[in-house]
Antibody, heavy 117, light 109 residues
Framework: QVQLQESGPGLVKPSGTLSLTCDVS??????WSWVRQPPGKGLEWIAE???????NYNPSLKSRVTMSIDKSRNQFSLKLNSVTAADTAVYYC?????????????WGQGTLVTVSS | QSALTQPPSASGSPGQSVTISCTGT?????????VSWYQQHPGKAPKLMIY???ERPSGVPDRFSGSKSGNTASLTVSGLQAEDEADYYC?????????FGTGTKVTVL
């Protein structure tokens, strides 16, 4: 069974850097994504990364986001810098279906990150 | 890239059908047959219900069906059950990026 688990600090100071890691077990894929959901609001795609390391970013976040992958450790990561209160959200990591362009056939449980001093 | 437009809410009685629309543009929904639908219960991660416009992942009941016409995709839930009460989001591939819908809260009356 494919499992994804997010980890990282639950509290980040304004202007700081949000760093999260997603550990993957039980399955592989070509593409992996990060998605976030502010409290009480909808889903927002942040970025995706290919197992080769090539990444694509949401244009609205591109200047602040970096995604990386470590195949040897079966994990991928997200860094979001210059955070503000607007970045407070539940952050999910998700796997893409192996064929086609569908994100989220498997999801992590999500981790709440609060931006506050 | 703007969010896809969904109605904020939809409802139906048990056994009835409900259809949710998802309107995008010629840059996303209209250009690709990579529209997905997700179900999200409160406090839970989204669950993939439909992919590639009308395909169902293994384990998803055939009460859930999807379609697309032009820039608008639709999700129909037939034979509504109490456990179908949730938020539903559409998503579309848009060429090296993805866009989600605004979300629809489905209430089973």
């Amino acid at each position: 069974q494919v499992q994804l688990q997010e980890s990282g600090p639950g509290l980040v100071k304004p202007s700081g850097t949000l760093s999260l890691t997603c550990d993957v077990s039980g399955g592989s894929s070509n593409w992996w994504s990060w998605v976030r959901q502010p409290p009480g609001k909808g889903l927002e795609w942040i970025a995706e990364i290919h197992h080769s390391g090539s990444a694509n970013y949401n244009p609205s976040l591109k200047s602040r986001v970096t995604m990386s992958i470590d195949k040897s450790r079966n994990q991928f990561s997200l860094k979001l810098n210059s955070v503000t209160a607007a970045d407070t959200a539940v952050y999910y990591c998700a796997r893409h279906r192996i064929t086609g362009a569908t994100l989220g056939d498997y999801w992590g449980q999500g981790t709440l990150v609060t931006v506050s001093s | 890239q703007s969010a896809l437009t969904q109605p904020p809410s939809a409802s139906g009685s048990p056994g009835q059908s409900v259809t949710i629309s998802c309107t995008g543009t010629s840059s996303d929904v209209g250009s690709y047959n990579y529209v997905s639908w997700y179900q999200q219960h409160p406090g839970k991660a989204p669950k993939l219900m439909i992919y590639e416009v009308s395909e169902r992942p293994s384990g998803v009941p055939d009460r859930f069906s999807g379609s697309k016409s032009g820039n608008t995709a639709s999700l129909t839930v037939s034979g509504l059950q109490a456990e179908d009460e949730a938020d539903y989001y559409c998503s579309s591939y848009a060429g090296s990026l993805y866009v989600f819908g605004t979300g629809t809260k489905v209430t089973v009356l």
